[in-house]
């Protein structure tokens, strides 16, 4: 019965941990729920690897384990590296102007000025209604 339950849980974290990832990528701004999956996924993974530390101790100390594992887990670390950098991206929007004109930048006495204002002020755009990705992201980036 132990057993069944070890291997139960050990089957959950993984079925949790994805589905906090999902719900990252997904929700990002549920904080609350993408903790909750995640470090409940990390306890039910835990309880299985403290169960099974001998079978994994054991089956670690072959050479092929060796090799083949530090295979995976370099590929997985560049998977991690990827996904981090991806999800950092798209929370942090970042643009630059690298035309030899800047054409697509604001001049210094813009800056200037729109950074001593200190009341709320209300812009009004006119332009085209476009269905589509681009048109989204720039409506995001203009309500920020």
């Keep these: 019965m132990k057993i069944n339950l070890v291997k139960i849980s050990g089957i959950l974290g993984l079925i949790l941990g994805a589905a906090a990832l999902i719900s990252i990528s997904i929700y990002p701004a549920k904080t609350l729920l993408n903790s909750?999956?995640?470090g409940i996924a990390f306890i039910l993974l835990l309880i299985f690897f403290v169960f099974h530390y001998e079978a994994f101790?054991?089956?670690s100390r072959r050479r092929s384990t060796q090799l083949g594992?530090?295979?995976v887990l370099m590929i997985a670390l560049?998977?991690?590296?990827v996904v981090v950098f991806?999800?950092?991206?798209r929370q942090h929007y970042f643009r630059l102007?690298?035309?030899s004109t800047a054409n697509y930048s604001l001049a210094p006495q813009?800056?200037?000025v729109a950074g001593k204002i200190k009341s709320e002020i209300r812009i009004t755009v006119f332009g085209q209604e476009e269905i589509g990705r681009a048109s989204?992201?720039?409506r995001e980036y203009l309500m920020k």
């Design 36 to 38: 909750a999956l995640a």
């Design 57 to 59: 101790k054991a089956f």
């Design 69 to 71: 594992l530090n295979s």
């Design 78 to 81: 560049f998977l991690f590296i």
């Design 86 to 89: 991806n999800l950092t991206a």
């Design 97 to 99: 102007d690298l035309s």
């Design 110 to 112: 813009t800056t200037n």
């Design 136 to 138: 989204c992201r720039e």
